[in-house]
């Protein structure tokens, strides 16, 4: 199969709502007037974000998806992504299970595969993404004030969880394995919940490294502190933990680990005025995405943790960094 | 350095045209009104692309290039580009070598910096560049009709004669080998001509896989054939070859093979109709590009070489393909 008859048979289809689709030099996009474009791009390497033999339709998927989460962050509606692909080698069963898992995503958020690139190399998988917002309300980092509250989205842990699991550095029961490996393998991008936050949200930021460290990107960007309530954040304990027997097994250190700083989680972090309490909890019904306020924006710098009796916590949980 | 510290350090700059660059989950464009968004992705792998000790000044250069020359064969304006960067570990002279070579062509066309991702993996390039152009004004691969002549710019083959010098599988004078290996290492993205062009050429294309391959994308986008006058094209042959001693010492048919199917050039291949050729000639000036006319576009379908006497030559010149 030449690499032009590849990318007919698996990513071609017909150009919807771009102006030019798949095949030419560049794909042409028409943003409605008045919207601005939000854009980001992430790359996924074998044996470091997926394993080399996850199911191709979930790494499909799950390549979409954390792009997606980018969108979600800042408040957009997805429109096209590109997907640059390097394989070591054309296995079209392979090909097959991805591109179904990576156009069943799109097509649920009508995010239209417009352009790319394939190419012979060890496997990796680059996609840009593009979304549309009214201009200027893109939920940034930067706009957290003292005083705000501090929330984060659904669960957190699991995918780590899954992952020290696979890694056989833990043991999960059979059932709460799976269900930990389907948030590992299948993120949900918040979509809907940032589109909602629109407006609300002071700042926002997508969970991909571990809580603590994504929100201390909000705090840094936005000159504050925090404090983090570990009673609240508890709360969000990775649901295969928390629903089964399985977590009376594992160290609740270990689980703490998981829901601080846990990453892959691809929930979102954001920030609001007290005042909003009731606009993020009908942003949350609306979404029907599950939010906790889980501390507060302080003018001093730094991330504080405290228990339920208000007592610091030493904050050991860094996050995850490719380069250290 | 982490992964934080490494953006910040080769990648960060302020921002300047875009609403928001890098360092926030997203990118913000806000295109010109009346504008289309021309978008194109481009991956670059280690030992396929670029031999993995190429000089990171002019990978970073090449990396760019090979993006901004998809813009010129829509005759697009460059304003914008995410990176995504897998690297084997962090050597910071190689970074600083590589982000020079980048910026200082994006500076070069006015090329935002906006956003990307950075992990550790196989050394791995994939930009995705965004330009923009007139509504309806995009040179398309489709628009060649019969009787159409047809152009190409600049010379032809000395990537091709550089890599097979760096090869070992011939040999090439230092002269000649120092400007052909410019050629592969630096390519010169035909920008100017592209957005000259707007309005006079019917299709384009630019030449990464070599002529006849890439001009067979026109040829099939717009239902049509083409004979080339290999007279004509045999002015296009590498200046490394043309200009020195050394062509003597080569097979004429290697630098036949090299012109017409030898591969990262980044010349544009274009058509238009006889009518305009003053016009084409103008862009040509007004651009500081050479033009030749090689051939010209026929209804029946098919790509025909014929010789200086009009009798056929028999088109053994497959282009590059990366899964073949």
């Known amino acids: 199969m030449t690499e032009f008859e590849l990318i007919a048979h698996y990513f071609t289809r017909p150009v919807r ?15 409605t007037p008045g919207m601005q474009l939000a854009v980001s791009s992430d790359m996924l390497v074998a044996g470091r ?10 790494l499909g998927h799950k390549a ?11 408040g957009a509606r997805p429109l096209a992504f590109t997907l640059a692909l390097a394989l070591p080698c054309v296995d079209p069963a392979w090909l097959a299970g991805f591109a179904r898992g990576l156009l069943a995503l799109a097509d649920s958020h009508g995010c239209e595969l417009v352009g790319g690139d394939t190419t012979r190399g060890p496997l990796n998988i680059c996609i840009t993404v593009f979304g549309e917002l009214p201009a200027g309300q893109a939920l940034l980092r930067s706009g957290a ?13 699991d995918a780590r969880l899954a992952l020290l ?8 029961p059979a059932e709460p394995l799976a269900r ?11 979509l809907a919940l940032g ?33 983090i309530d570990t009673r609240a954040t508890s709360q969000l304990m990775a649901e295969s933990a928390r629903e089964t027997s399985a977590s009376s097994a594992l160290d609740p250190e270990l689980l703490r680990q998981c829901t601080l700083a846990g990453g892959d989680d691809y929930e979102l972090a954001f920030t609001a005025p007290p ?9 949350a019904q609306a979404s029907a995405t599950p939010v906790a306020r889980i501390g507060a924006v302080q003018a001093e710098p730094g991330l504080r943790l405290v228990d339920a009796q208000g007592q610091p916590v030493v904050n050991r949980y860094a996050s995850f960094d490719h380069f250290q």
Chains 1, 2 share one sequence.
């Open 17 to 31: 709502r771009a102006a030019l689709g798949v095949g030419d030099d560049c794909a042409l996009l028409l943003p």
């Open 49 to 58: 974000h997926f394993f080399a033999d996850v199911a191709p339709e979930r």
């Open 64 to 74: 979409l998806a954390v792009n997606l989460s980018d969108l979600a962050a800042c």
């Open 145 to 157: 004030r003292p005083g705000d509250d501090i929330y984060a989205s659904g669960s957190l842990g």
């Open 165 to 172: 699991a696979l890694q056989g550095h833990i043991a999960l």
């Open 180 to 190: 930990a490996r389907q948030r590992l393998e299948l993120p949900t991008p918040r």
């Open 195 to 227: 589109q909602a936050l629109r407006g609300i949200a002071s700042s926002a930021v997508d969970l991909s490294d571990g809580l603590l460290g994504d929100l201390a990107h909000i705090l840094r960007a936005s000159g504050v502190g925090a404090c």
């Open 275 to 283: 005042a909003l309490r009731a606009a993020v909890a009908a942003a």
